[in-house]
């Protein structure tokens, strides 16, 4: 099973981010994101599609169409600045995309 | 607090053998996974396999299967990420995530990473 990410978005500062995840059927499967900031290990920032865990801003959501997750970073900010990750689990195993870089202008 | 320590930094040399170790703490070790990530050097993450510490069954992803060995040991609470002969493409970060049961769990505590370098 593939994810698709693009490598890279840029938004404005305080402008929102969109930060998609193309998958077949993906809206069928849960979808997590993970952040990583350079140098860091990656933390959870959305699971089970839409839901955020404690100690994540507002700011951060996710959505779900048939084939495609998004995370949205709304009033972005510099320390926004990351790799972000989707995965999804395929039978018993777990599957990451390949990242997207986010930039903030 | 929960947490997941991971041992430190391993400079090994081709067809060496090597174990890495996360500790963890602050949770029931045996009611959650433990899951190893790859990251090699400037690239994104990569699935290794997991292991549920309270039977200790274990999943490997096909692109790791045989190459490595997943372990744990419920009475010192840690999990093991094992190579029995090393390669230069091993060379990279190695994570520990904790992992709830089921599949609308991710993976939501994750240890400071272990670096491999692989150097003859």
């Known amino acids: 099973y593939e994810l698709t990410q693009p490598l890279s978005v840029s938004v404005a500062l305080g402008q929102t981010a969109r930060i998609t995840c193309g998958g077949n059927n993906i809206g069928s499967r849960n979808v997590f994101w993970y952040q990583q900031k350079p140098g860091q290990a990656p933390v959870l920032a959305i699971y089970?599609?839409?839901y955020r865990p404690s100690g994540i801003p507002e700011r951060f959501s996710g959505s779900i169409s048939e084939n495609t997750a998004t995370l949205t970073i709304t009033r972005a900010q510099a320390g926004d600045e990351a790799d972000y990750y989707c995965q999804v689990w395929d039978d018993n195993t777990r599957v990451f995309g390949g990242g997207t870089k986010l930039t903030v202008l | 607090e929960v947490q997941l320590v991971q041992s430190g930094a391993e400079v090994k040399k081709p067809g060496e053998s090597l174990k890495i170790s996360c500790k963890a703490s602050g949770y029931s070790f045996t009611t959650y996974s433990i899951g190893w990530v790859r990251q090699m050097p400037g690239k994104g993450l990569e699935w290794m396999g997991i292991?549920?510490?309270?039977?200790?069954?274990?999943t490997y992803s096909p692109s790791f299967q045989g190459q490595v060995t997943i372990s744990a040991d419920k009475s010192i609470s840690t999990a093991y990420l094992q190579w029995s002969s090393l390669k230069a493409s091993d060379t990279a970060m190695y994570y520990c995530?904790?992992?709830?049961?089921?599949?609308?769990?991710?993976?939501?505590?994750w240890g400071q990473g272990t670096t491999v370098t692989v150097s003859s």
């Open positions: 995530a904790r992992e709830g049961s089921g599949a609308g769990y991710g993976m939501d505590v």
């Open positions: 292991i549920y510490p309270g039977d200790s069954e274990t």
């Open positions: 089970r599609d839409i």
